[in-house]
């Protein structure tokens, strides 16, 4: 079975840093494609980041410059790298894993972690 679990998320004034990690058990990063998504209340979940099986990256055009997504294989943990934060990053932060598909679109992720809070204050 395939878990993930977020931690990390928490609360940070303008312009501050946090780093999201994502553990992901029953399948290898080296295999599946792993994404970061984040949902503000009363908005759809959107795409932020995601490492592709082949280490290769993607971006959403609002966190690139600022984010950096990378893995660690040993743990088998993905991690996101948040800097410059601003007010608008403010959401819960999910993980999420699928093996194909359009790698942008929360729809083909077959696993999703439960979530981390990121507050941003301004």
């Known amino acids: 079975q395939v878990q993930l679990v977020e931690s990390g998320g928490g609360l940070v004034q303008a312009g501050g840093s946090l780093r999201l990690s994502c553990a992901v058990s029953?399948?290898?990063?080296?295999?599946?494609?792993t994404a970061w998504f984040r949902q503000a209340p009363g908005t759809e979940r959107e795409f932020v980041a995601t490492l592709i099986w082949s280490g290769n990256t993607v971006y959403a055009d609002s966190v690139k410059g600022r984010f950096t997504i990378n893995r660690d294989n040993a743990k088998n943990t993905v991690h996101l790298q948040m800097n410059s934060l601003k007010p608008e990053d403010t959401a819960v932060y999910y993980c999420?894993?699928?093996?194909?598909?359009?790698?942008?679109?929360?729809?083909?992720?077959?696993?999703w972690g439960q979530g981390t809070q990121v507050t941003v204050s301004s």
């Open positions: 029953g399948r290898t990063l080296s295999s599946s494609n």
């Open positions: 999420a894993s699928t093996r194909g598909g359009d790698v942008t679109k929360s729809d083909h992720y077959d696993y």
